[in-house]
Structure formats: C-alpha cells, structure tokens
C-alpha cells in the first residue's frame, strides 16, 4: 500500500480527517481538485476562532500546517475513479497516476444548482445565502427575502425572519391555508407572483424584481439550492445513497463509515444540515474512526 488512508477532497472535512491520521503518525495522503463549496463566500462566520475568515484562507492555513506533518501528501488534481480491492482501495487521477490506501474517505462535497433567475449566480455567497446562522448577523434587520424552491422554504422563511422582515418569494408555487397561518404568525410577508430578476449594483442586492415590473427592497435573498455530489466515486465503490432534503447524502454510521467496509465519508456529502462547524467535526469523527479501524481491523 502507497498509504495508510487516502481522502478525496481536502477543504474543512477531509484536512481535518488528515490531520487527526497524521498526528496519528499514519501514512495520509490528500486528493484535492481546489473547488470548496464556499469558494464563493468572502467571509465565513461561526467557525470557533475564525469568525469572519475568509475560507479559503482558512482552508490554506490548515493545508500548510498539515503538510508539516511527516507521511503526508497533498496531492492538487482530480480523483476521476476509485476501486475496492481485497485489502483497500484505489484511486486513479486525471493525470493516469494510481493511488493506494487501507482505507478511504470522501469529503468531496457538494455542487450547488440554483434557478436560472437572472442576478441570482453572481450573488452567490454574497447576497443570495443559503444559511442565516453562517451569513444573518451581517444583514440584521434590513430587509430580507427566502425564494420559495421546497416545502421546506416555509420553515426557512419564518426562522430567517428573527434576523429582520421578511418576505416569501413563491415565484409561483403553491402555498396551503396552514402554511399561510404558520407564516402569518411569524410576520412573514408572502409574494405570489413569479420572480422576474434580481436587482443591484455588483453582488450587493437592493430589490427583487417580480414579474409585473415590482420591486421588492431586499438586502438579502435566501434560497436552498439543489445539491448534487461533486464525485461520482461514492457511486462507482457501491456505496448506499440517499434522498436528502436538498439532494443525495451519502450514507454512513457514527463513526462516517459508508455501507461499503472500509470506506468513509465526511462533510456536506453525508449529513445536513451544512456548516463549516459541523464539516471539521465530522471530519474529526471519521479520521479518528479510520485510525482505530487499522489498529484493530
């Protein structure tokens, strides 16, 4: 075996699974194609000691200090396929070169698709959010708006709304007596119409624009994106995938092993909901679980 583990992405869940193997003194090795999912935000909060950071300074920060490490090796590149074999797996880059290891975890994440709304891509990360509990304090009492995509949109509309008002873009989707009682009584205002374009100079957002010519003042739109997983190698080795809330998860146990043995996943791709918070730790869970598995496999 080239390795010890071998992890498939290397943002905030699988640097943190390798630097918990590495100070394990295990042999890890990285694959990291360089697209985290929160590329597109400029700052990301709630993260105990980085709050406000920008992520990818985080995420080059922990890359550095994990590199210190002997038996670790960060690889840039894509991991286009991976196989199981009788004692382990491997990965095979873009490049024709084969990786080995004991075992594996996938911490790829996830690809997000939004509506093809004009002015919605460019503010992604910026003033189009999917999370208020990472992005809500910097937009606290200005006008707010949720883009009604799932049921779920409701639930989201009348928690956004304890961060300022708050309005319920329906862009046409129905809207049920009970959900409108729910919503009235957590002061959301509700849009029916269809959502023509976002309105705003660069990424700052000042209005929704409606079908009819309305505008709406908006400081901040929030939506909850179509997921899809960013690999296609939890599917090649067999692994269980599920229906999520907003898109396949990757099933696994507590300790983030797959139903493929041997085989273990960490970040957005097995859990929801998403935060970087959540992210480290199950990346925790799932290299300290890889290094019991080879002490007592």
């Excluded at 985290?36 to 890359?63: Q, T």
């Excluded at 550095?64 to 991976?82: F, R």
């Excluded at 074999?85 to 911490?107: H, M, N, P, Q, Y």
Aim: proline share 5%.
């Amino acid at each position: 075996m080239d390795h010890d583990a071998v992890i498939i992405g290397g943002a905030f869940a699988g640097l943190a699974a390798a630097t918990y193997l590495a100070r394990a003194r295990r042999r890890v090795c990285v694959i990291d194609a360089g697209r985290p999912r929160n590329r597109f935000a400029e700052a990301s909060h709630g993260f105990l000691g980085s709050d406000g950071s920008d992520p990818l300074a985080i995420v080059a920060r922990a890359r550095e200090q994990l590199s210190a490490y002997p038996g670790v090796t960060i690889i840039g590149g894509e991991a286009t396929a991976a196989r199981a074999f009788d004692d382990g797996f491997a990965v095979s880059l873009s490049t024709g070169e084969e990786i080995s290891a004991r075992k594996a975890i996938l911490a790829f994440g996830l690809h997000d698709t939004l509506d093809p709304i004009p002015g919605l891509q460019e503010r992604w990360g910026k003033t189009v959010l999917h999370c208020p509990y990472c992005h809500g304090f910097e937009f606290s009492d200005r006008q707010l708006g949720v883009l009604a995509r799932t049921p779920m949109s409701v639930h989201q509309a009348c928690l956004v709304a304890e961060w300022g008002p708050t309005t319920l873009f329906l862009n046409g989707a129905a809207l049920d007596r009970a959900d409108a009682e729910l919503l009235a009584r957590h002061g959301v205002m509700i849009e029916s119409g269809e959502v023509a374009r976002l309105v705003g100079n660069g990424s700052a957002l000042s209005a929704v624009e409606l079908g009819d010519g309305r505008e709406k003042p908006v400081a901040a739109l929030y939506v909850a994106p179509q997921t899809s997983l960013a690999s296609p190698i939890a599917a090649q080795l067999g692994a269980a995938i599920d229906d999520g809330p907003m898109g396949p998860m990757i099933r696994t146990d507590a300790d983030r092993m797959t139903t493929v043995p041997g085989l273990y996943a960490a970040g957005d791709i097995a859990r929801a909901p998403h935060s970087v918070s959540w992210a480290v730790a199950d990346g925790v869970t799932a290299g300290t679980s890889v290094h019991r598995a080879l002490v007592f496999g």
